[in-house]
Protein backbone atom coordinates (compact mmCIF):
# COMPACT_ATOMS: atom_id res chain seq x y z
CA UNK A 1 0.00 0.00 0.00
CA UNK A 2 1.51 3.45 -0.66
CA UNK A 3 1.73 6.10 1.61
CA UNK A 4 2.55 9.72 1.83
CA UNK A 5 4.30 10.46 4.67
CA UNK A 6 4.59 13.95 5.97
CA UNK A 7 6.88 16.16 8.36
CA UNK A 8 7.75 19.64 9.21
CA UNK A 9 5.09 21.46 10.58
CA UNK A 10 4.97 23.15 13.85
CA UNK A 11 4.47 26.66 15.41
CA UNK A 12 6.51 29.78 14.22
CA UNK A 13 6.80 33.42 15.08
CA UNK A 14 5.67 35.12 12.39
CA UNK A 15 8.60 36.12 9.53
CA UNK A 16 9.81 33.05 10.60
CA UNK A 17 10.91 29.55 8.31
CA UNK A 18 9.77 26.29 8.17
CA UNK A 19 10.10 23.02 6.24
CA UNK A 20 8.05 20.62 4.89
CA UNK A 21 8.66 17.19 3.02
CA UNK A 22 6.56 14.65 2.15
CA UNK A 23 7.58 11.21 0.87
CA UNK A 24 5.99 8.62 -0.89
CA UNK A 25 6.59 4.96 0.14
CA UNK A 26 5.51 1.69 -1.51
CA UNK A 27 5.64 0.22 -5.11
CA UNK A 28 5.59 2.87 -7.14
CA UNK A 29 6.02 3.03 -10.80
CA UNK A 30 5.59 7.11 -11.51
CA UNK A 31 5.25 10.00 -9.45
CA UNK A 32 4.17 12.28 -12.09
CA UNK A 33 3.18 15.96 -10.33
CA UNK A 34 3.26 16.41 -6.91
CA UNK A 35 2.12 19.68 -4.62
CA UNK A 36 1.00 20.84 -1.22
CA UNK A 37 -2.55 22.04 -0.39
CA UNK A 38 -3.85 23.55 2.71
CA UNK A 39 -6.97 23.91 4.44
CA UNK A 40 -7.42 26.64 7.39
CA UNK A 41 -10.27 26.40 9.79
CA UNK A 42 -13.82 26.89 7.97
CA UNK A 43 -12.57 27.84 4.41
CA UNK A 44 -12.01 24.92 1.89
CA UNK A 45 -8.59 23.95 0.67
CA UNK A 46 -6.54 25.41 -1.58
CA UNK A 47 -3.57 24.65 -4.03
CA UNK A 48 -0.12 26.14 -2.52
CA UNK A 49 2.12 25.12 -4.51
CA UNK A 50 2.73 22.10 -7.57
CA UNK A 51 5.54 20.89 -9.25
CA UNK A 52 5.76 18.91 -12.44
CA UNK A 53 7.62 15.45 -12.51
CA UNK A 54 10.03 17.60 -15.12
CA UNK A 55 10.11 20.75 -12.88
CA UNK A 56 7.47 22.80 -13.85
CA UNK A 57 6.31 24.96 -10.81
CA UNK A 58 2.96 26.79 -10.23
CA UNK A 59 1.85 28.67 -6.99
CA UNK A 60 -0.87 30.62 -5.06
CA UNK A 61 -0.57 34.16 -5.54
CA UNK A 62 -0.62 34.42 -1.61
CA UNK A 63 2.21 32.76 -1.51
CA UNK A 64 4.62 33.73 -4.01
CA UNK A 65 8.17 35.33 -3.46
CA UNK A 66 7.75 33.59 0.19
CA UNK A 67 7.30 29.84 -0.22
CA UNK A 68 9.80 27.46 -2.95
CA UNK A 69 8.26 23.87 -3.78
CA UNK A 70 10.79 21.26 -4.73
CA UNK A 71 11.34 17.75 -5.12
CA UNK A 72 13.94 14.64 -5.19
CA UNK A 73 12.43 12.45 -7.77
CA UNK A 74 15.17 9.33 -6.62
CA UNK A 75 13.43 9.71 -2.90
CA UNK A 76 9.90 9.97 -4.83
CA UNK A 77 10.32 12.99 -2.04
CA UNK A 78 8.48 16.46 -2.66
CA UNK A 79 9.46 19.37 -0.27
CA UNK A 80 7.69 22.90 0.21
CA UNK A 81 10.49 25.68 1.86
CA UNK A 82 7.99 28.18 3.67
CA UNK A 83 10.05 31.75 4.46
CA UNK A 84 7.91 35.02 5.90
CA UNK A 85 5.56 33.15 7.49
CA UNK A 86 2.55 34.65 8.40
CA UNK A 87 -0.51 34.08 10.59
CA UNK A 88 -2.72 33.95 7.45
CA UNK A 89 -0.59 31.24 6.69
CA UNK A 90 -1.98 28.95 9.30
CA UNK A 91 -3.67 25.78 8.33
CA UNK A 92 -3.18 22.07 8.01
CA UNK A 93 -0.97 21.66 4.90
CA UNK A 94 -1.38 18.11 2.83
CA UNK A 95 0.60 16.67 0.81
CA UNK A 96 -0.92 15.16 -2.72
CA UNK A 97 0.77 13.24 -5.51
CA UNK A 98 -0.05 11.80 -8.83
CA UNK A 99 1.25 8.40 -8.82
CA UNK A 100 0.94 5.33 -11.05
CA UNK A 101 1.64 2.19 -8.05
CA UNK A 102 0.92 -1.50 -8.02
CA UNK A 103 -2.86 -0.95 -6.84
CA UNK A 104 -4.28 2.34 -8.81
CA UNK A 105 -3.18 5.32 -10.36
CA UNK A 106 -3.92 8.89 -9.67
CA UNK A 107 -4.50 11.10 -6.60
CA UNK A 108 -2.62 10.13 -3.45
CA UNK A 109 -3.11 12.42 0.00
CA UNK A 110 -0.69 12.77 3.26
CA UNK A 111 -2.53 12.66 6.87
CA UNK A 112 -1.56 16.72 6.97
CA UNK A 113 0.37 18.55 9.02
CA UNK A 114 -0.37 21.67 11.23
CA UNK A 115 1.38 24.72 10.42
CA UNK A 116 0.69 27.54 13.01
CA UNK A 117 2.14 30.96 12.71
CA UNK A 118 2.21 33.36 15.37
CA UNK A 119 1.76 36.91 15.14
Known amino acids: QVQLVESGGGLVQAGGSLRLSCAAHGIIFRVNTMGWYRQAPGKQRELVAAITSGGSTNYADSVKGRFTISRDNAKNTVYLQMNSLKPEDTAVYYC?????????????WGQGTQVTVSS
Open 96 to 108: NADLITAQAMGDH
